[in-house]
């Protein structure tokens, strides 16, 4: 007589057998399920993106077969392939076609796919699309810095420069222009019997740095209506004009202006303007710095001096003389571009040129008008929009402000005359540069009786020019003097 311990292991096990027999079945089919999930020589298959199929109310697909619940019913469509999401299972009590129930949770990894055939009483439909997604790198969003600004700050003082004073007289301006010095040019209008008589330095108070522009360079001519910019050709000390004033144009300072580049723009700026002569003594007039602002940059290395012969001369080169008293540029250019064999018809150039107030976009003015004045008065155009209409005409033409000497008797000794902005016409006057602010917001420099030649060929001593078909050769810092006061403002072929 059996024990009631055997008879209650008996029992169990008798209840147990089927669900034992059920949960083999089950782990089988799992086994030939993720069998038949791997690629080609059993690779695992990369993870997709499910497709949610279409039925009758939008929830989560949790099962593979039509299925009831107490409050929703989802019917699937036949398909060949399914793709499952890793949050997939089977969990509660469902029933298969095989009218097998199975009791649990059946978690199905991201990576499966179930092949086959699932028998439902869905009719046939197109099988769910494989999609894919892509991974997104997030990261966040760095705003471009903003582009460099050109700030002109000018103050007018009026104060007397008391002789024979190494103290001088100070005046400042405060800036509030943000970032840091990029490049810096300062307009100086100082009226003294003897001008190589003063010495003049700009200090920025905040880091202490300071700037000699020049120091007693013995000029005995009167007065200074000059800007000094690092980009020009001639130093100021080796200028000594008679009129307009002793410096009248745009010239090298004695120290370079780069040493505030990237120091901040903000502060107070002062100029020291002093006279260590016993002479009558003299008045600062006014003056002004341009700023260009921006983030900090590394200064370029400077290129090597070129390799150039002492001296050349372009011979096979025409011109005529221009048909209008302020068509100067258009007279220049159409015997420009002649030389490089583009004729151009005078008149037919002059319409096309833009009409603007402001010179470095159009044409101011009329033809007709007085030649020597300034805008917004009728004036002429300067060399980008000039460039640019030739460039329509097929020729390499490239406005360049400043072009260095260097460079000018690099384009001539290569056999290609280089179209140049300077003051006068061939007698080349000097005049004083001057700001000039026009409607479109867009500062620029401009000087009275502004003219354009073609610069043909040069020596150690000279330069020659073609004006209105006529040759002049001009000593060096006649030349210069009177190209600087336009920036070195010039178009040069550029192919």
């Known amino acids: 007589m ?3 311990a055997v008879r209650v292991l008996t029992g169990i096990s008798i ?23 791997a690629g080609p020589g059993g690779a695992a298959i990369s993870p997709v993106s499910t497709v949610s199929p279409q039925a009758s109310i939008a929830a989560p697909l949790t099962s593979l077969a039509d299925f009831n619940r107490p409050q929703f019913t989802y019917r699937l469509p036949l398909v060949a392939s399914l793709n499952i999401s890793s949050t997939a299972g089977l969990t509660g009590t469902q029933t298969l076609t095989s009218g097998l129930a199975i009791t649990g949770s059946l978690a199905i990894s991201a990576s499966q796919i179930l092949p086959g055939e699932l ?15 892509p991974l997104v790198n997030f990261w966040l969003a760095r705003t471009p810095p903003a582009p460099p600004e050109t700030k002109l700050v000018c103050v007018a003082p009026n104060l007397p420069i ?13 800036s509030d222009a943000g970032r840091f010095v990029q490049d810096m040019d300062i307009q100086l209008r100082v009226t003294h ?15 202490g740095r300071s700037v000699t522009l020049f120091e007693q360079t013995g000029c005995s001519y009167p007065d200074i209506g000059a800007i000094l910019d690092d980009e020009a050709s001639l130093p100021a000390r080796d200028v000594c004009f008679s009129t307009p004033a002793a410096l009248a144009g745009i010239f090298l300072p004695q120290q370079p202006l780069g040493a505030f580049d990237n120091e901040p723009a903000a502060g107070t700026w002062t100029l020291n303007v002093s006279d260590q002569s016993w002479s009558s003594g003299g008045v600062l007039s006014q003056w002004c710095l341009r700023m260009k602002v921006g983030e900090k940059i590394s200064p370029p290395e400077p290129p090597p001096p070129p390799i150039l012969p002492t001296e050349a001369l372009i011979t096979n080169i025409s011109g005529r003389v221009q048909k209008y008293n302020l068509d100067c540029e258009v007279r220049a250019a159409v015997d420009w571009a002649g030389f490089f064999n583009v004729p151009i018809d005078e008149d037919t150039f002059l319409n096309q040129l833009p009409r603007s107030d402001n010179p470095d976009r159009g044409f101011v003015g009329s033809v007709y008008a007085a030649w020597g004045q300034v805008p917004p008065f009728p004036y002429g155009v300067h060399a980008e929009p000039v460039a640019a209409l030739l460039r329509q005409y097929g020729l390499p033409a490239q406005a360049r402000r400043p072009l260095s000497y260097d460079q000018l008797r690099t384009e001539i000794s290569v056999g290609r005359p280089v179209f140049v902005w300077v003051i006068g016409n061939h007698s080349l006057r000097f005049q004083i540069p001057q700001y000039y602010l026009p409607f479109d917001q867009e500062l620029t420099i401009v000087a009275p009786y502004e003219h354009t030649v073609l610069a043909i060929g040069y020596t150690p001593t000279t330069v020659t020019t073609l004006d209105g078909g006529v040759p002049y050769t001009q000593a060096i810092w006649q030349f210069l003097g009177s190209w600087s006061a336009l920036g ?5 072929y550029q192919p």
């Not at 008391?162 to 405060?174: E, F, I, K, Q, T």
């Not at 070195?488 to 040069?492: H, P, R, T």
């Open 193 to 207: 019997p003897r001008a190589g008589s003063l010495t003049a330095r700009l200090t920025h108070q905040e880091s």
């Open 15 to 37: 209840v147990l057998l089927p669900l034992v027999l059920l949960t083999t079945a089950f782990f089988i089919s799992v086994l030939t399920v993720r069998a038949n999930s």
């Open 119 to 133: 028998l439902t009483a869905a009719p046939p439909e197109p099988p769910l699309k494989r999609t894919s997604i």
């Open 488 to 492: 070195n403002m010039a178009i040069v």
């Open 162 to 174: 008391p002789s024979g004073s190494p103290a001088g007289v100070d005046s400042g301006v405060l």
């Open 2 to 4: 059996k024990s009631n």
